[in-house]
């Protein structure tokens, strides 16, 4: 993982996920004023100014002394040699800027902008994540000096103009209901800011108060007049009027239609009647579960993708996968894939619950493989189905459908190697491809990897590979 540094929030830096002391608050200033110009030369004379002003008499005897010093402990502590150089009269600080967490946050931003127009739901995404970056009611919190305070007041701003943006979006995908009490809370917080109340006004509309849109209009106009004689801006004038008439569309919830499955294998063999019963499970009335097992290198994994992408019709609204690990990070996921945004801290029973929520009324197919704990993950919803691949039998329900995965059948292992080394090798050596095929326990993933490195080996034979199987 390397250095990760933090300044959304408390100044703080991580190395493999372990918290470095950084000293005093004013070595943290250092620090934070070469984060903010990651690998460019911040002249000396900026950091001083930066630490303890403009007014000199307001230095310490020796403020270029006191930034070596600084400078010297940060190396340090930071102990990379090489990272932190004084050059030309200046410090650079050469670290990646995906390692601090305020470039990432505002590439995420830059994201979700270039998305508002032709993918609303992805920038909604990409924004409620970018957002997610802060860990703390301001940037640089606790770092003195006035490049801190200067910096701290340009990124909440940024970051104010981002939460205006996200329920723009909001707004625009037909949620207003779960915009509305943020929107309530931001409304009295900041009660001359008017793209906040136009904001306001638009979601209690379109959650059916219309009477208290128009008292918070008259309330703000009002306000205006009275704090700052102005009137409210012509946007807000004609949501107003707008909203008197009754004339303010309200846009269908725009709900996005997740598709996760990894890429089907073309070359599936000798699986065509657990297919079919595996669709006609899946097709089939309620929730369907279907359970996969089998012995290692049986191809449960690759069955149950291959099953997904057959029934994919089935489930218009979408289609979940996760692979190996937890419950409680992947339905975490899910609820993101589904458009729904967990608060952070979110226990597992209330992920599910919200997971559930967010099936209802869906046709959704959910596809785990290998998950420790699949049972948070099941829809019970129905219309919507799951795929199992790798559970232990007690993992699932008592109604669900399991499917015995065994190895294949000669033919069909000669079929598999045919394919993938090509069928002229394969015809030559007849013997030699029935030893492969038993080495491999007629299991189709030992039986895949066998033909790979054949096909990557023009000059090998058969029966070098049953030589090389031999020794292995």
Do not use: N
């Amino acid at each position: 993982m390397g250095l990760d540094f933090q300044l959304l929030g408390p100044l703080r830096v991580r190395r493999d996920g372990r918290e470095i002391d950084l000293g005093r608050p004013q070595q943290r200033a250092v620090l934070a004023a070469l984060l903010l110009t990651p690998g460019q030369l911040v002249p000396t004379d900026r950091l001083v100014e930066g630490l303890w002003g403009e007014d000199d008499a307001r230095w310490p005897k020796d403020p270029v002394g006191q930034i070596g010093t600084h400078a010297h402990r940060l190396r340090r502590a930071l102990a990379e040699p090489g990272l932190l150089v004084a050059a030309a009269g200046g410090y650079r600080l050469g670290v990646r800027r995906g390692a601090v967490d305020l470039f990432r946050y505002e590439d995420g931003v830059a994201e979700a902008t270039a998305l508002r127009q032709r993918d609303p739901v992805r920038a909604y995404a990409r924004l409620t994540e970018a957002l997610g970056t802060w860990e703390g009611r301001c940037a640089l919190d606790g770092v003195p000096g006035v490049l801190a305070e200067r910096a701290r007041g340009r990124l909440a701003a940024g970051r104010f103009a981002a939460v205006k943006a996200l329920h723009d979006l909001d707004l625009g995908l037909g949620r207003h209901a779960e915009a509305l009490p943020a929107l309530d809370a931001l409304a009295a917080g900041h009660p001359h800011d008017e793209e906040v109340q136009r904001l306001h006004l638009l979601a209690l509309y379109r959650c059916g108060r219309t009477a208290e849109a128009l008292a918070a209009y008259r309330a703000l106009r009002e306000r205006l007049d009275r704090t700052l004689g102005l009137e409210p801006a012509p946007a807000v004038v004609e949501l107003a009027g707008l909203i008197r008439r009754g004339e303010v569309p309200v846009p269908p919830r725009r709900l996005p239609r997740p598709c996760q499955l990894p890429p089907d294998i073309p070359d599936l063999v000798g699986r065509a009647a657990p297919v079919r019963e595996a669709e006609r499970v899946l097709r089939g009335p309620g929730a369907p579960v279907l359970g996969l097992s089998g012995p290692a290198g049986s191809g449960t994994s690759a069955l149950a993708v291959h099953v997904a992408h057959a029934v994919q019709d089935a489930f218009p609204d979408g289609q979940l996968y996760a692979s190996g690990g937890e419950s409680g990070p992947a339905s975490a996921g899910f609820l993101r894939a589904l458009g729904e945004w967990p608060a952070p801290g979110a226990g597992p029973d209330e992920l599910c619950a919200r997971y559930r929520a967010a099936l209802a009324g869906r046709r959704v197919l959910v596809v785990l493989d290998g998950v420790a704990d699949p049972a948070p993950l099941l829809p019970g919803t129905p219309g919507c189905a799951a795929v199992v691949a790798g559970a232990e039998p007690g993992a699932l329900p008592v109604d669900a459908v399991r499917l015995a995965v065994g190895p294949l059948e000669p033919h069909d292992a000669y079929e598999l190697l045919a394919r993938i080394a090509g069928a002229d090798r394969i015809r030559r050596e007849p013997d030699a491809v029935a030893e492969v095929a038993g080495l491999c326990g007629h299991l189709p993933v030992l039986l895949r990897t066998a033909a790979t490195r054949l096909a990557a080996r023009p000059q090998w034979s058969v029966a070098d590979l049953v030589e090389w199987l031999a020794r292995g």
